[in-house]
């Protein structure tokens, strides 16, 4: 009779705990990590027609519907038509996702690269990251991302490694920038955006895995491996990515 009222308070504490709206990620029990919720659509490119637009600073939330179902999708600030039809592949679950813009909770909502008029996608970025940088809602503050860094003793470019990838492929490389986009233990690592200032274009960043601890907006250095066309699953490929990476003075 006791073990029935502690489980039956402890499960009332766990609900009166799990009250709020937060984001929760599909769990492997096995090791206690936050992964990506598994999705059999993951990989799959959808074809689906937008029926509702919501803007915010940094995002804008698509509400589609794909035969027949509806489904909400977050993708980086874009123009997009009501009415039009788009095509996009993957999206990384979240359910509980909180607009801070709109004080709103969306009960279930994928995160997803881009979209594209075109049934090839052939004008969406490469190697764009799913996640991005939401990590939780909309309410981080903006970070300045166009001063220029100097690299590192040793270390090069962004710039120079993306021009000269095959030539860093599978070798270790020192890389310093500022975290402009960050989300925490996926797939048992930290996934980070740099930016030098060294790009012409400002939107393109590398993205790093590591298991360091890296606040968004700091700058930092780093020192890992280079990857070609990594493909994670669920969404995650890179046509560039550093991995492995480590902190160094």
């Given at each position: 009779m006791k073990t029935l009222i502690f489980a039956c308070t402890f499960i009332t504490l766990l609900a009166a705990c799990?009250?709020?709206?937060k984001v929760?990620?599909?769990v492997d029990t096995t090791t206690g990590v936050e992964q990506p919720a598994a999705d059999p659509a993951a990989s799959q490119i959808h074809k689906v027609v937008v029926e509702e637009v919501l803007h915010t600073?940094?995002?804008?939330?698509l509400n589609?519907?794909?035969d027949g179902t509806m489904t909400w999708i977050a993708i980086p600030k874009k123009e997009v038509k009501k009415g039009g039809t788009y095509y996009y592949r993957g999206g990384l679950k979240k359910t509980n996702f909180k607009?801070?813009?709109?004080?709103?909770v969306f009960e279930t909502l994928y995160l997803v690269s881009d979209v594209s008029e075109d049934?090839?996608?052939s004008g969406m970025a490469a190697g764009g990251s799913p996640h991005g940088n939401m990590s939780g809602n909309d309410g981080d503050a903006p970070i300045e991302q166009n001063t220029k860094i100097e690299p590192v003793t040793g270390g090069i470019t962004i710039a120079e490694l993306l021009e000269n990838r095959k030539k860093y492929e599978g070798k270790t490389v020192r890389i310093k920038g500022r975290c402009v986009k960050l989300n925490n233990m996926i797939m048992s690592r930290n996934w980070i955006h740099l930016q030098d200032g060294s790009l012409k274009d400002k939107s393109i960043d590398l993205t790093i895995t590591t298991t360091e601890n890296i606040a968004l907006g700091s700058i930092v250095a780093v020192e890992g491996i280079i990857s070609?066309?990594?493909d994670f699953g669920a969404g995650y490929k890179y046509d560039i990515i550093m991995e492995e990476a480590k902190l160094i003075p």
């Open positions: 799990n009250s709020n709206p929760i990620e599909a600073s940094k995002y804008t939330y589609v519907s794909e607009s801070v813009e709109y004080d709103r049934p090839s996608m070609l066309n990594k």
